[in-house]
């Protein structure tokens, strides 16, 4: 039986959360090259002595395959981070992951409301899987010593698409290695998607909204055919990774995530800046897109008080705190964070002044939302947009098939 001590203000019947004891095994990716994570998990350990935490880990290009065969073995995994939706939406359907909702309600420690609206996204059939441990907001990326070199201006807030091919057509020069690209574009569907994603004109689960993808795809294949970007098929076929080319200073734009702060903090040795991603709609800096990252209970876990406990802390202010301050966006919101990433710009020489801007938005949209066919959808479009970027099919063909191929799923 679950364990409560009662809370001394309880006027909305809410309750302390017993903490728990034991060892709780968390299913991960990539823990031993990844600090934040050891310095979270670290951090817990000394504020709850009580319970240890047992890390399993996977590789970052295996882990979805891997935990999905793990828990359909009913593997106790009492905590499991999660990769991607497409993937937690088929953990729930497959009754692999436990539900939330009796331990976020039951808890007065827990604020659900600092999540910039994030948790309800991750709900289904109105029952609440997951707390969101990151999340992020995709950035254009800059590199100011090029931008300076070159003598042009800095990209700003409100770019329209063309205006965002205009300046890559600038910043583009030389030939063969000593080639600088205006931008990159990296090889995921979503750096096709995530302008119109953002404009609320898109969802990946509807079919109907698929025509605003259009104008995304003729500017990113034009500065492609123009080679203003590196070639979509030679990225694939070389498996280049989108860090290595800005940190060695071979693109001077780049779209991407948050998560990119972390990296450049960590290894970049020129000067860089962010600003919000071009927009046709004139969305400028008003909503965020990106990924979320959550947390999870296994539905075969031996310890959920302290499986609990742990998805708390993490995820809520002190490991908020904690994480911010390795420079990754926590998916908790507060005055604080905020402060420790305007503060990047003190402790690092190279990082922008007033990042807070980009990361303290109301209105967080998560990049692809729940669904139940989640799954399927995804690896329609991987197939569907690597036919596009190659000339396999022209954007109109690409998105009349993937209108049709998604359709036949519902």
Not at 118 to 142: A, E, H, M, Q, W
Not at 307 to 325: P, S
Request: with cysteine; net charge negative.
């Amino acid at each position: 039986m679950r364990k409560f001590i009662r809370h001394n203000n309880n006027r909305c019947g809410r309750r302390k959360h017993h903490k728990g004891s034991g060892t709780i095994r968390v299913a991960l990716w990539d823990y031993s090259n990844s600090e934040y994570y050891k310095t979270i998990f670290e951090a817990f350990q000394k504020k709850y002595p009580d319970i240890k935490i047992e890390p399993v880990e996977f590789s970052a290009d295996e882990y979805i395959t891997s935990i999905k065969t793990q828990l359909a073995g009913n593997e106790d995994y009492d905590v499991v981070f999660i990769k991607d939706l497409p993937t937690m939406s088929t953990l729930i359907s497959q009754g692999h992951l436990k539900p939330l909702d009796e331990y976020m309600n039951g808890d007065s420690d827990f604020n659900k409301n600092a999540y910039s609206g994030l948790i309800d996204s991750l709900s289904v059939d109105g029952k609440t899987y997951g707390v969101p441990f990151r999340k992020d907001n995709n950035l254009l990326y800059y590199n100011k010593d090029l931008f300076d070199a070159a003598g042009v201006e800095y990209p700003k807030d409100g770019m329209t698409l063309a205006q965002y091919e205009e300046l890559a057509a600038k910043m583009t020069k030389g030939e063969g290695n000593d080639k600088v690209y205006g931008a990159h574009i990296h090889t995921w569907p979503s750096n096709a998607y995530m302008y119109a994603r953002r404009d609320g004109t898109f969802d990946e689960t509807k079919p109907d909204t698929y025509d605003s993808l259009l104008s995304a795809y003729n500017t990113i294949l034009d500065m492609q055919s123009k080679g203003y970007v590196m070639d979509y098929g030679s990225l694939k076929a070389s498996n280049i990774h989108y860090s290595g080319v800005f940190y060695n200073q071979s693109v001077a734009m780049m779209q991407m995530g948050t998560w990119f702060i972390n990296m450049l903090v960590e290894n970049a040795d020129f000067n860089w800046g962010v600003c919000s991603l071009p927009s046709d709609a004139g969305t400028d800096n008003k909503a965020a897109v990106g990924g979320v990252t959550p947390v999870t209970m296994g539905a075969y876990g031996k310890n959920p008080e302290a499986a609990w406990t742990f998805i708390k802390y993490i995820c809520g202010e002190e490991g908020a705190e904690v994480l911010a301050g390795t420079g990754v966006l926590p998916g908790y919101s507060s005055d604080k964070i905020n402060e420790i990433f305007d503060n990047l710009h003190n402790t690092n020489e190279y990082a922008p002044e007033g990042l807070s801007k980009y990361i303290n938005i109301d209105k967080y949209i998560i990049e692809f939302p729940m669904d139940k066919n989640g799954g399927d959808i995804d690896q329609i479009f991987q197939e569907e947009h690597s036919a596009i970027m190659t000339g396999t099919e022209t954007a109109e063909q690409g998105i009349a098939n993937l209108k049709s191929r998604v359709s036949a799923l519902k």
